[in-house]
């Protein structure tokens, strides 16, 4: 492109990099404003850190009601809830048996060494599955993806299906333990078939979300640099951390979640988490629901389905958009379309049934 038409195009960006701080925006390197390291040693991206922490602790207030004190109390101490057996066994087969009969859309992403297909559960695609419609509405799983998501709204739900080592040689960046953004921020999995070690269970720091003076220091040193790493991920706002940085922050080693079928993690992800190692093939098969909110946001937000609808249908728009414009490149969009073959587990030889550990 020509200089002067990129410098010009670029000066366009500044009234939106400006208002920057303002939202959920965390691209350290490609946002002049948030990777300003000038602004940062004045306190930007604390000054963010703190703000978020304070609007989110007040949006939490209001949802108290939607989780049950002690996993509240779990919450607040570890930064996420297990709870194994949510569903009965009638209820959990009805799961199953919903999961094999899907049929919507699939994406696949890859990233590294490891293959992720989702399905979103849109209304359209739940209205024949009541068995996920019952989970999704089980009080924990609804409430808990609420209070921890400090968000009244429907999250994003998706059948999700993660396959490891599919390309030898490569890093999956989810192996290594990262928090998500510079916010509070809300992932859940419900599992659908047993986890163990070599299936790449994920793994989380208890503790690690909370905004000790530890982690301000951490945060402030990152923040001056962030713009100038370069694993990929910290200078767009996903910190990675080590074991240094683990001893900086005075924290322990992860836990990981092996863990039964049939059983629920809601964590906050702004908490130190990743997925563990996994043998080649593994695969982990589940329900992943996801919420995120501008950070500054004061207002909770109302449990709608006519705007929970109109946010799916748009986000499909999005992604429609999104193949276009890659397709015109002669690429494929990162979550790109794929066969609904890809998800389903008859594809990796049987149907699931209860206490199936594929
Ligand atoms: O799949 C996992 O175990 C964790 C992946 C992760 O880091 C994430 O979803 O934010
Ligand atoms: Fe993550």
């Known amino acids: ?103 919507a859309p699939v994406r696949e992403c890859v990233q590294g060494d490891t293959l992720t297909h989702r399905m979103l559960l849109d209304d359209t695609t739940l209205a024949t599955l009541p068995g996920l419609r019952a989970l999704l509405e089980h009080p924990v799983f609804a409430g808990g993806v609420r209070y921890i998501g400090a968000r009244n709204a429907h999250p994003l739900h998706y059948i999700q299906s993660i396959r490891n080592g599919v390309r030898p040689g490569r890093t999956d960046p989810q192996k290594m333990l990262h928090s998500d953004t510079f916010h509070p921020t809300m992932k859940a999995w419900f599992f659908l078939q047993d986890v163990d070690s070599s299936q790449g269970p994920l793994n989380y720091v208890p503790g690690s979300h909370r905004l000790t003076l530890p982690r301000l220091r951490w945060e402030y040193r990152r923040s001056l640099v962030a713009a100038k790493l370069q694993d990929g991920y910290s200078e767009k706002g996903s910190f990675r951390a080590d074991d240094e940085d683990l001893r900086q922050l005075g924290l322990t080693a992860p836990r990981d979640f092996v863990v039964q079928a049939n059983t629920l993690v809601i964590a906050d992800t702004y908490g130190l988490h990743c997925r563990g190692a996994a043998a080649p093939g593994a695969r982990r098969l589940e329900i ?39 397709a015109a490149r002669g690429e494929l969009s990162s979550w790109h379309p794929v066969a609904l073959e890809e998800l389903h587990p008859e594809a990796s030889g049987g149907e699931l049934s209860p206490g199936s550990g594929k």
Do not use: C
């Open 1 to 103: 492109m020509i200089p002067s038409l990129s410098r010009f195009r670029r000066s366009l960006r500044w009234p939106l990099w400006l208002l920057s701080p303002l939202g959920s925006g965390h691209d350290f390197r490609g946002n002049p404003v948030l990777g300003s390291s000038l602004l940062n040693r004045m306190g930007l991206h604390v000054a963010r850190l703190l703000l978020a922490r304070l609007m989110t602790a007040w949006r939490r207030l209001w949802l108290r009601g939607l989780l049950p004190e002690y996993l509240r109390e779990a919450y607040h101490r570890d930064g996420f809830v297990v709870v194994p057996g949510l569903l009965s066994d009638a209820a959990f087969a009805a799961v199953l048996a919903d999961v094999n009969a899907a049929a």
């Open 288 to 326: 992943w629901a996801y919420s995120r909110l501008n950070p500054f946001n004061p207002w909770p937000g109302i449990n709608s389905r006519i705007w929970a609808r109109g946010f799916t249908w748009l986000l499909q728009r999005k992604w429609e958009q999104l193949d276009q414009s890659a």
